[in-house]
């Protein structure tokens, strides 16, 4: 009886650790899709964010259909803010390319690219 106790608690630890996993933001930056996937590439960083879907959601697929009505070239980048959960750092995407996964919940703007964009000149992007 003991040690069913003892495996609730460490089963309930668990939990509590995955819940801890996910950072939850408002996040801007840069967006790119293509064959090769859902990229963002957040403002002030030089990294990397693989996008994935939210479990049970589809707002990354539908990012994706409106990004296809904004992008004039295959693999253009576009202004994104959106609410979503992002990973710890690690290894995601294909081959392990990126530093994280993000989980788009809400897309707040999603345009195409201006002057002054995350507090920079297009030219520096």
Request: hydrophobic share 40%; charged share 25%.
């Amino acid at each position: 009886m003991g040690s069913l106790f003892a495996l609730v608690g460490v089963i309930g630890l668990l939990l509590a650790a995955i819940g801890r996993s996910l950072e939850s933001g408002t996040w801007e930056g840069f967006f790119t899709a293509g064959r090769a996937g859902r990229i963002f590439h957040p403002c002030g960083t030089r990294a990397l964010w693989w996008v994935q879907n939210a479990a049970l959601g589809d707002t990354a697929d539908d990012l994706e259909r409106r990004y296809m009505g904004i992008a004039l070239r295959p693999y253009e980048q576009v202004y994104i803010r959106f609410r979503g959960e992002a990973s710890r750092k690690g290894q995601y995407g294909p081959l392990g390319s990126y530093q994280r996964v993000v989980y788009v919940d809400e897309i707040l703007e999603l345009r195409e690219q201006r002057e002054g964009d995350c507090g920079k000149s297009r030219d520096m992007e």
